[in-house]
């Protein structure tokens, strides 16, 4: 552990499981106070994983450890996050780490609305919802980082012929609410530039194989279009403590892990 961000107070979304929770875990190993949410504390599906267990884990580092229960497709539960966050914290967020994803894969000919707003509510309202709610601090303070988990699938498919992989066009909804997280990260970050506040955006080069993209794609995909999540978490991590001038990327994880000459470390911040 190097504790580079000892003193920091960081919000994790979407921490019960998966990318979120490894995220949480690595900068809580790195110094960080941590606030984690997800839409239950318990387990609530057949998934491995719950808000409970990834607080315990956390606290085991010494720092405060805080659960925030709220489901960010409903904009009134969305808006206790941050004040919860702070309140639980002792003070202002330093580290906004947007993770949390609804992931819906249907065909578009018959995908309902209902679930395209879903979508969009988690996927790209919620993020910036959340950005707004931490900026003012930010801005007062002159620096915080706000980070956005993207997609690859938010870029066009090529074509025809049209190689859409593995899930088809049945992504493209998901594709469409990344593809305007990006354009928000990329004008939030335009927009905040010189005020010390980083705003990133970055995707997994490949496929990290968390407890739902295991159970989605199962042993369909060949090893070179997989990536570790330690590998996945280095660059998130990486973009929690960059500098100034480090804003507005839509950053790519193993690239920018080769860009920045980055040692993947193990979550508890160990050599590998």
């Not at 003193?7 to 490894?22: D, K, N, P």
């Not at 995220?23 to 790195?30: G, M, N, P, S, V």
């Not at 994983?49 to 405060?64: K, P």
Request: aromatic letters at 4%; hydrophobic letters at 45%.
């Amino acid at each position: 552990m190097s504790g580079q961000l000892k003193g920091r107070r960081a919000l994790v979304t979407g921490a019960s499981r998966g990318i979120g929770r490894a995220i949480a875990h690595r900068l809580a190993a790195e110094g960080a106070d941590v606030a984690t949410s997800a839409r239950t504390l318990e387990r609530h599906h057949h998934l491995d994983g719950s808000l409970t267990e990834t607080v315990a884990e956390l606290e085991r580092y010494g720092g405060l450890a805080v659960p925030i229960v709220a489901d960010l497709t409903d904009p009134d539960a969305r808006a206790t996050i941050v004040p919860t966050a702070v309140a639980g914290l002792g003070g202002p967020i330093d580290i906004l780490v947007n993770n949390a994803a609804a992931a819906i894969y249907e065909p578009l000919a018959g995908f309902s609305l209902k679930r395209r707003r879903l979508i969009f509510e988690v996927n790209t309202f919620a993020p910036l919802d959340l950005a707004q709610a931490v900026i003012p601090s930010m801005r007062e303070r002159g620096e915080g980082w706000i980070v956005n988990l993207s997609s690859g699938s938010a870029r066009p498919v090529g074509g025809p012929p049209y190689e859409a992989g593995v899930l088809g066009t049945t992504i493209s909804v998901y594709g469409a609410s990344k593809a305007a997280l990006n354009r928000i990260s990329s004008g939030l970050a335009a927009e905040l530039y010189g005020t010390g506040i980083r705003v990133n955006c970055i995707e997994p080069r490949a496929a990290v194989m968390s407890e739902g993209a295991t159970e989605l794609l199962g042993d369909s995909l060949s090893a070179d279009q997989i990536e570790t999540m330690e590998e996945m978490v280095e660059a998130v991590v990486a973009l929690c403590r960059c500098g100034p001038d480090d804003t507005g990327r839509i950053a790519v994880s193993l690239d920018l892990i080769a860009e920045w000459g980055l040692t993947v470390h193990n979550l508890d911040g160990g050599a590998r």
